[in-house]
């Protein structure tokens, strides 16, 4: 009965190839979210997701591009993955848009090698 | 402007110290400002939320103090056990737009 899943919980990859992470939150919150937290710990915003409008923070590639079937689910598609790209990614939901609280996932781990 | 600047980077604390950990922003539009918990392995909790309207929130062990002229706010652990070594993140919120993350603060508490 985990409120935000993700899967896989590690992923690693070569360079160059595409990869699918897949986010679901079983609140019935209305908004959902991908954050990237580097080694050091930095949590960034990727996109949010509510009501069908996707907010994409202008800073992150157009290899990654979220995909949302219905309200519970947000997947990370990721195209021609780099070395950079390592990192762990976290899916976070909200009862609205940067409502009070976020519940975020576990993280999935990507390395790419 | 959207900048929350936390302080310390990491904190050694010894069992049954006071922890404190601070924050700063610029945006006077930020209405709400939680702190997150983060264990290793594990995604950020919720630990505990502060509104600009009171200086003072505490829940149990965990105390937000917010200065609102100065534009900070700090997170007091009293009493800090080993099982409160994590990474802590501040963060700050302008309704309607994303929240903004500080850069975090390990936390480590010897036993």
């Known amino acids: 009965d985990t409120a935000v899943s993700q899967t896989p919980k590690y992923l690693v990859t070569q360079m160059g190839n595409d990869k699918s992470i897949k986010c679901e939150q079983n609140?019935?919150?209305?908004?959902m979210y991908w954050y990237k937290q580097d080694s050091k710990k930095f949590l960034k915003i990727m996109f949010s997701?509510?009501?069908?409008?996707?907010?994409i923070n202008e800073t992150v590639p157009n290899r990654f591009s979220p995909k949302s079937p219905d309200k519970a689910h947000l997947n990370l598609h990721i195209n021609s993955l780099e070395l950079g790209d390592s990192a762990v990614y976290f899916c976070?939901?909200?009862?609205?848009?940067?409502?009070?609280?976020?519940?975020f996932g576990s993280g999935t781990r990507l390395t790419v090698v | 402007q959207q900048q929350v600047k936390q302080s310390p980077q990491s904190l050694i604390v010894q069992k049954g110290g006071i922890s404190i950990i601070n924050c700063a922003y610029e945006?006077?539009?930020?209405?709400?400002f939680p702190w997150y918990q983060q264990f290793p392995g594990k995604g950020p909790a919720l630990l505990i939320a502060?509104?600009?309207?009171?200086s003072e929130k505490k829940e149990g062990r965990f105390t937000i103090s917010f200065n609102k002229s100065a534009k900070q706010f700090s997170l007091h652990i009293m009493d800090s056990q080993p099982g409160d070594s994590a990474t802590y993140f501040c963060?700050?919120?302008?309704?309607?737009?994303?929240?903004?993350f500080g850069p975090g603060t390990r936390l480590s508490v010897l036993p």
């Open positions: 976070a939901s909200s009862q609205e848009l940067s409502g009070d609280g976020y519940t």
């Open positions: 609140l019935g919150h209305d908004t």
């Open positions: 963060a700050a919120r302008n309704y309607g737009q994303n929240f903004v």
């Open positions: 997701y509510n009501n069908k409008e996707l907010i």
């Open positions: 945006n006077t539009a930020f209405d709400y």
């Open positions: 502060i509104r600009p309207d009171v």
